[in-house]
Every structure is written in structure tokens, then in C-alpha cells.
């Protein structure tokens, strides 16, 4: 049974920063690209961040420069740490792991595992 349960939302003001943490387990994680998406109420979901298997990163052009992705391979956990924070950051932020293995970059919402959600406010 795949689990994906993220931690580490919360409010922040603009300007802040905060670590999201998504500990995985029931699946493959070592060859799993895996990623961090958001949805803001009334908006699609959307791609922030990945990480293949091997460490091939990638990020949303909203976020490059100031979140940066990680994964612990010996805790399955991924990391998502944001800086420098915005009003527009303010979101249900989601882990997911791809289903299928072998993906370098996986920011597109098909064929996932996902987590619950965590909620992230930034005030400005």
C-alpha cells in the first residue's frame, strides 16, 4: 500500500521560509522520480518541483532560485525547502511519486501516487 503523508505547512509572512517534508513508503522509492505540486482554491493543480531516482532536479519557472528539492534515500523522505516566499505561494501543497519507474523529470499530474495535502499561507 503506497503512503505519501507531507508535513511542515503552515503561515508564514512573505518573505519566510518553510521545509515540507513527505515520508514515503509502500512502493519502489529508489526508483521513483517524485515531486511536490500545489493547488490554490479555484486553480489546477500544478507542478513545483521533481527529482528523479538518480537526483535530476526540476522546478516550475515561478520557483527556480528559491525552492530547492531533496530526498533522504535512507529515510524515504522528500524535501521541499522554500525560501523567499510570496502571497501567490499560498497553496494545498501535494507529494506524489510517478507510478512507473525510469523518469528523469515528472512535473505533469498523470500516473501519480499522491499525499493528503499540506496547507501553506503566506501573508503579505
Known amino acids: 500500500q503506497v503512503q505519501l503523508v507531507e508535513s511542515g505547512g503552515g503561515s508564514v509572512q512573505a518573505g519566510g521560509s518553510l521545509r515540507l517534508s513527505c515520508a514515503a513508503s509502500?512502493?519502489?522509492?529508489?526508483?521513483?522520480?517524485m515531486g511536490w505540486f500545489r493547488q490554490a482554491p479555484g486553480k489546477a493543480r500544478e507542478g513545483v518541483a521533481s527529482i528523479s531516482s538518480g537526483g535530476s532536479t526540476s522546478y516550475a519557472d515561478s520557483v527556480k532560485g528559491r525552492y530547492t528539492i531533496s530526498k533522504d534515500k535512507a529515510k524515504n523522505t522528500l524535501y521541499l525547502q522554500m525560501n523567499s516566499l510570496k502571497a501567490e505561494a499560498t497553496a494545498m501543497y501535494y507529494c506524489?511519486?510517478?507510478?512507473?519507474?525510469?523518469?528523469?523529470?515528472?512535473?505533469?499530474?498523470?500516473?501519480?501516487?499522491w499525499g493528503q495535502g499540506t496547507q501553506v499561507t503566506v501573508s503579505s
Open positions: 509502500g512502493f519502489t522509492y529508489s526508483n521513483a522520480c
Open positions: 506524489a511519486a510517478h507510478k512507473y519507474g525510469g523518469y528523469r523529470y515528472c512535473l505533469g499530474t498523470d500516473n501519480k501516487y
